[in-house]
């Protein structure tokens, strides 16, 4: 069974690629604090459904390229002028 996860587009620059940045929040094991990580993603949208901030659902797939092994599935919420760190201007 293919992965699935769930993110903010950051980069939108390229045809038919997205950055997608996926966010992690856990407790450390030993430590028991709250640690925050985030990993950045390239990901194939053929058909260019999502823009920058858009919140998306994406998953493993076949290689499309050297960088490229996830594809969007799904854009769950759009942006709406919403910048990639979830900030509002």
């Known amino acids: 069974m293919r992965r ?3 993110g903010i587009v950051v980069g939108a620059k ?3 690629t997205r950055v997608v940045e996926i966010r992690k929040v856990y407790a450390h094991p030993k430590y028991d604090k709250v640690m925050k ?3 950045k993603l390239h ?3 053929e058909k260019n459904i ?3 901030g858009d919140r998306v659902i994406i998953t493993e797939t076949k290689p499309y390229s050297k960088m490229k092994r996830w594809a969007v599935v799904e854009v769950m919420k759009s942006g709406d002028g919403e910048v990639a760190g979830g900030e509002k201007e």
């Open 43 to 45: 990901c194939h949208d």
């Open 50 to 52: 999502s823009a920058e």
């Open 4 to 6: 699935k996860l769930k």
């Open 14 to 16: 390229n045809d038919k």
């Open 37 to 39: 990580s985030f990993k």
